[in-house]
């Protein structure tokens, strides 16, 4: 029996863009992918946009029994942030109950909230001014998160400031996959330094409220690098490629300091940010109190040798390899490796102080997967069952040798709208029929789960 922790938290995540809908109501602004979706629709997987996505905002109540129902006693969302200050000085008392009732409903229900402040939803109007390039973003976004912390501190003891920075910087400035849809590299350093900023000024805020029992944490997206040989130049592309996507933020936020390697890297490439008087002493007095750890796969790195100099992209930095014995998410086209979260789990032990630290996301993703359902409409996901629990025998040995890792949360609890994928990729505990009001029907998975919640572990 492969058991964990008393009090483990065993829960899902979703975040407000991808779950609630409601999107132009309410009082509510446009956020980036609001506007977006109305300016290019066809960009959009199956011209699908954020309208609706799993309704929510309508169905919280009915949500949180069917979370109790798979066991879950924790569910981690995120706050609209122009939903709760459409033009970001003003309350919207419409947000302010929604979210209040949404949280009350959990708790009342053994259900714990972590509440997330930033999943990748820019409000427009902040985009037009510049978005987190321009140095305004970072107390624009301090005085957001303040407001939330005010508004709902009573109720939520377990916040975070933003959800996998890298991946929307990285998104947003050099693949064209989040808007503004560009590629520039050394913007994209600018924008990932104001919102490194804009974290550490949102725990600063949250500091100075001593709000009783309640703590601050981040959550990241955690590709360790692999080097394809041992040979000095592979190894020092894995150095330069765990500096720039995975150090870059957790040294800073934890550690409280920016790796000087990070800095060697940016400088030989004239790609260092500018910074403010003052930066280096926040950044040293604001450490977190806990990390979420967002894991879906490794990533494989080998040297590049003939890069551009001064790089123009990360990849003149380092190359992608594919490693010969990989096993692939055939649905997803992600590479399946549970071994990263035992590696995960120790990192966190020796370089992090063992700070206390939870899987803020796991979870496998499948195209077209209604093909799986059963007679009665339940999909057999066999295969996302098979999936989890090979990354919990794996978090099981690394909370084993000592790393305090105090939950586990899946990627997601019902499906739900993904940018520009739409509704491709479907990871939920719960099917959403999309042609049906958006009505629910729980997965083989959900029952697994619950299983696994009500023994505190598992046979394996
Ligand atoms: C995570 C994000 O990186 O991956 C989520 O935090 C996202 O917002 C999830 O939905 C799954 O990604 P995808 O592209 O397979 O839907």
């Given at each position: ?246 150090f870059?933020?957790l040294d800073?936020t934890v550690l ?31 450490p977190?109190?806990?990390v ?55 990192l966190m032990k020796t370089k992090y102080h063992n700070i206390p630290w ?45 790393s305090h ?56």
């Amino acid at each position: 029996m492969k058991t964990f922790p008393e009090n483990f938290l065993w829960g899902a995540a979703t975040s407000a863009p991808q779950s609630e809908g409601a999107s132009r109501i309410d009082g509510k602004s446009d956020s980036t992918w609001d506007k977006w979706f109305e300016m290019a629709p066809e960009r959009f997987n199956d011209n699908q946009g954020p309208q609706i996505t799993s309704d929510m905002y309508h169905q919280y109540k009915e949500d949180v029994q069917r979370m109790k129902a798979i066991g879950m006693n924790s569910f981690r969302t995120s706050i609209s942030w122009t939903r709760l200050l459409p033009d970001g000085q003003h309350l919207n008392p419409k947000a302010v109950a929604f979210y209040r009732d949404y949280f009350q409903e959990l708790k009342a229900n053994g259900i714990e909230p972590i509440i997330n402040l930033f999943h990748f939803d820019m409000p427009w109007w902040l985009m037009e001014k510049g978005g987190w390039e321009s140095r305004e973003s970072v107390d624009t976004f301090a005085y957001y998160a303040k407001t939330a912390f005010q508004a709902f501190g009573d109720l939520v003891q377990n916040w975070t400031t933003f959800n996998e920075p890298m991946v929307h910087i990285e998104c947003s400035y050099l693949q064209g996959y989040h808007y503004p849809a560009i590629h520039d590299f050394k913007k994209a350093v600018q924008a990932g330094y104001h919102t490194l900023m804009a974290h550490i000024k949102a725990v600063s805020e949250f500091r100075k409220l001593q709000i009783e029992n309640a703590k601050i944490g981040i959550l990241l997206n955690i590709s360790p690098a692999y080097a394809k040989s041992d040979a000095p130049e592979d190894l020092r592309a894995k150095e330069i490629a765990d500096h720039l996507n995975i150090f870059s933020f957790l040294d800073t936020t934890v550690l409280g300091q920016v790796p000087d390697f990070l800095i060697e890297i940016l400088a030989a490439n004239q790609l260092l940010p500018k910074t403010v008087a003052g930066d280096k002493a926040l950044i040293a007095n604001n450490p977190v109190d806990f990390v979420g750890m967002n894991y879906y796969q490794p990533f494989r790195v080998q040297a590049k040798l003939d890069g551009k100099q001064p790089a123009e992209d990360p990849s003149d930095l380092y190359a992608s390899y594919v490693w010969p014995n990989r096993r692939m998410n055939e649905y997803r086209g992600w590479e399946i490796y549970p071994e990263a979260l035992y590696d995960v789990a120790m990192l966190m032990k020796t370089k992090y102080h063992n700070i206390p630290w939870f899987v803020s996301e796991n979870g496998m993703g499948v195209a077209d997967e209604a093909r799986f359902a059963d007679k009665t409409g339940m999909i057999q996901d066999d295969y996302r069952i098979a999936f989890m629990q090979e990354h919990l025998v794996q978090l099981q040995r690394g909370i084993e040798a000592g790393s305090h890792c105090f939950g586990y949360h899946a990627w997601t609890f019902a499906d739900c709208w993904s940018w520009l994928n739409g509704y491709r990729n479907r990871y939920g505990f719960y099917s959403v029929d999309l042609a049906d009001h958006q009505k629910r029907t729980v997965k083989k998975s959900g029952l697994w789960f619950k299983t696994l919640t009500e023994n505190n572990g598992f046979e394996a």
